[in-house]
């Protein structure tokens, strides 16, 4: 019930920057936390970041991102339009994945959360 649609992956050069999106669409009541998981070849799924809404009043937000990723990449999400955002700086080439986004919402007034996941957008850093 709710899509998501990633956008800004491609191919960069080791130092390089990217800007990945993503947006959900559909029957949306609430997303309490967005982010990102990669999976690079051969390896297990790992999450890199999340975002998660503290009081929706007045949007505020906690974040997380992974150790490997601290300091290089940022989370951010304009909750108004259901999008979320991540800056990576500095890549490296063992950053080169497919990063997946994930929407934990409810499409509701009821208290049935569900996750939902985008296609996947892949990361490559060369030289």
């Known amino acids: 019930q709710v899509q998501l649609v990633e956008s800004g992956g491609g191919l960069v050069q080791p130092g390089g920057s990217l800007r990945l999106s993503c947006a959900a669409s559909?029957?949306?009541?609430?997303?309490?936390?967005m982010g990102w998981y990669r999976q690079a070849p051969g390896k297990q799924r790992e999450l890199a970041a999340t975002?998660?809404?503290?009081?929706?009043?007045?949007?505020?937000?906690?974040?997380y991102v992974a150790d490997s990723v601290k300091g290089r990449f940022t989370i951010s999400r304009d909750n108004a339009k259901n999008t979320v955002h991540l800056q990576m700086n500095s890549l490296k080439p063992e950053d080169t994945a497919v990063y997946y986004c994930?929407?934990?919402?409810?499409?509701?007034?009821?208290?049935?959360?569900?996750?939902?996941w985008g296609q996947g957008t892949q990361v490559t850093v060369a030289s």
């Open positions: 994930f929407a934990f919402g409810k499409s509701d007034a009821s208290d049935n959360y569900s996750t939902s």
């Open positions: 559909g029957r949306i009541f609430s997303i309490p936390t």
């Open positions: 975002i998660t809404i503290t009081s929706s009043s007045r949007p505020t937000y906690a974040d």
